[in-house]
């Protein structure tokens, strides 16, 4: 199976259990490889045979600065639901990350696979 990857796309959202977490903002990091059968798009050169990766990431940017969830399972969770709804998505592995958010680490976060099959 063929992967389309996104990698540190950066989103600004409210995220965490904790009240100063729910106040302002933080960073959000997402990764995303989507599994798909991409063969046609190659052999044709149509974007129209793929799954389009700029709409995709303009979804997942959206849902994480509006979803306003307390965990990061829960985000990661909701991204792949996002992108399981896209033509052609078979599979998807969604990596979720909040920089700095346990001293002494560059970030802490969840990976989660998920599939229609």
């Known amino acids: 199976m063929d992967k389309i990857f996104i990698n540190n796309l950066v989103a600004r959202g409210i995220i965490g259990i904790n009240d100063w977490e ?4 933080q960073e959000i990091r997402i990764n995303i490889v989507i599994f798909s059968d991409l063969q046609k798009a190659g052999e044709l050169d149509d974007i129209s045979k793929s799954v389009n990766y700029k709409t995709v ?38 990596r979720v990350e909040k920089p700095g958010a346990v001293r002494f680490s560059e970030s802490v976060g ?3 696979e998920r599939s229609k099959i």
Request: hydrophobic share 55%.
């Open 22 to 25: 729910r106040e302002k903002p």
């Open 57 to 94: 990431a303009k979804k997942a940017i959206a849902l994480a600065e509006s979803a306003q969830r307390f965990t990061v399972e829960a985000l990661a969770t909701d991204i792949a639901a996002l992108c399981l709804e896209e033509s052609g998505v078979m599979k998807v592995l969604v």
């Open 110 to 112: 969840v990976e989660i």
